[in-house]
């Protein structure tokens, strides 16, 4: 027994070197990438300037949706600030989805609103809806009162958003979210940079705790003291300004996120729209409509632009956390699952060559390589296969370059777009990323691979963030 035991670890531990060393190496060739990407984007921001000479007129109309449930706490300020954008020709629908707070009380104080009948087709089925509403004190703004949806989540109050949508392109903003004034702006370069069709355009998302707005506006950035926000910035670093940028330059950008993204209205329709049973309703949107597209065999874009920046709340705490990583695990799989077509398909270009396979081997599966990394790494030693050497050597492989990265990302983000004014900002965040690998990064392996075995066992559920509103000028930067 003991000769197998062995000999099995012995065999298998040479696969885990070399997963996590071909990984981490496609790591670097996107970091590399994503550097390329923003010297880029900076050149053509800082020294061309192009879309400061635009006139008014060359900005397409968006319709900004927002689904909110429960949210007293933040919708107010949210809408707000929506509703200063600095853009031409905009609205803002609010659809508040079956509310059990007073979310409703909060928009009508706010707005001061005013029942109207409905003016639009119903091009998609979202279920019934209460009642209409504009507000008395800004004419953009429409808010749709439906009832809870048998199926929970953000897709169906989306769908009704898209359905009362009047422009060409709609946006989707979270309703913890704050939009930064110029970011629309910003978020419009992905039309005049391409002569291709753009289907989709994502901006940078940033974590709002710890951070001061007045009027809509973050006026004092900081880093939360809190260990478990803190840990989450270096990781939203890593994920749109080094992993986003990348595939934009590779062309298989598979994600933008639904809490500050834009798409094509007329495509969104064609394809569906929101799926109600998805818990991932951006990603599996996004990837529904580039298969679409290449099926066609029309040349579009979805891209990622670093610099528009939207505000949001992230979770506080270690359980909602975990809820909430657990649920991106189980809407990543059931994505994947429901496109395997695309999978190394020549026909679906760099997305099905090289962005699928990457979901599929880099992020699906990569906590089962991990958590069984681990279990072999451990045997190996207790059963004197594997020595001290070799052991450090997985432990370089698995947790260093994560290190490295993520540190990396912290400093391109302090060269470039600099978000934090302040130094010891980012060396706490140097210092949340050397600490990261060590207990936070197997917290996120084990919440994943819950969400395997929930989607696996077909356990859905939609787990409900607590809110906890934002900062006003007057409040503590800092959280303790």
């Known amino acids: 027994m003991i000769h197998a035991l062995r000999q099995i670890v012995a065999n298998w531990s040479p696969l885990f070197l070399w997963y996590f060393g071909i990984l981490n190496l ?17 050149t053509l921001v800082h020294q061309l300037r192009f879309t400061d000479r635009l006139p008014d007129a060359a900005f397409p109309p968006i319709s900004i949706v927002v689904a909110a449930y429960d949210e007293e706490a933040v919708i107010a300020d949210s809408v707000s600030a ?18 059990s707070d007073d979310t409703m009380g909060e928009l009508d104080r706010a707005f001061d609103l005013h029942p109207v009948p409905p003016a639009f087709q119903q091009s998609l089925d979202a279920g019934p809806v209460r009642g209409f509403y504009r507000s008395g004190r800004h004419p953009a703004l429409l808010v749709v009162d439906k009832g809870r949806g048998r199926i929970p989540g953000r897709a169906a109050p989306l769908n009704v958003g ?42 940078t998302i940033r974590v709002a705790n710890g951070v001061r707005f007045r009027d809509g506006e973050a006026i004092d950035p900081r880093v939360s003291d809190r260990w478990v926000v803190g840990m989450q910035v270096p990781e939203y670093f890593r994920g749109f300004l080094f992993g986003r940028l990348a595939w934009n330059r590779l062309g298989g950008n598979l994600l933008i996120s639904g809490a500050f993204s834009m798409y094509d209205k007329r495509l969104a329709i064609e394809v569906g729209g929101f799926r109600e049973t998805s818990i991932t309703e951006d990603l599996d949107l996004t990837v529904r409509m580039h298969r679409r597209m290449r099926e066609r065999g029309v040349p579009y874009a979805i891209s990622f632009v670093p610099d528009p920046v939207a505000w949001t709340e992230v979770p506080r705490t270690v359980g909602i956390l975990g809820n909430q990583r657990e649920r991106w695990h189980r809407g990543l799989m059931d994505t994947i699952f429901r496109n395997l077509r695309m999978f190394l398909n020549w026909r679906y270009g760099p997305v099905g060559l090289l962005g699928f396979p990457y979901y599929v081997v880099g992020e699906m599966l990569e906590p089962v390589a991990e958590a069984a990394g681990y279990v072999v790494i451990v045997a190996g030693l207790l059963l004197g296969v594997i020595d001290v050497d070799y052991m450090l050597l997985f432990a370089a492989l698995a947790f260093g370059y994560q ?44 919440w994943r691979l819950k969400g395997i075995g929930r989607f696996l066992l077909d356990l859905g559920g939609w787990n409900v963030q607590e809110r906890y509103g934002f900062e006003e000028e007057s409040a503590s930067a800092g959280e303790s």
């Open 162 to 203: 898209l359905n009362a949508a009047r422009y060409p392109y709609f946006m989707t903003v979270d309703a913890d979210t704050v939009v930064n004034r110029g970011a629309l702006r910003q978020l419009a370069r992905s039309f005049f940079v391409t002569t291709k069709r753009v289907v989709g355009s994502g901006g």
């Open 403 to 446: 290190i490295l990265l993520s540190v990396s990302g912290v400093i391109l983000e302090l060269l470039t777009f600099r978000v934090y004014p302040r130094t010891s900002d980012y060396l706490k965040l140097i210092g949340f990323a050397l600490v990261e690998p060590f207990g936070f990064r197997q917290l996120t392996v084990w």
């Open 82 to 99: 929506l509703l200063r954008l600095d853009y031409p020709a905009f609205e803002v629908i609010v659809v508040n989805d079956g509310s």
């Open 26 to 42: 496609f790591y670097g060739i996107l970091f590399a990438l994503s550097v390329l990407e923003c010297v880029k984007h900076w």
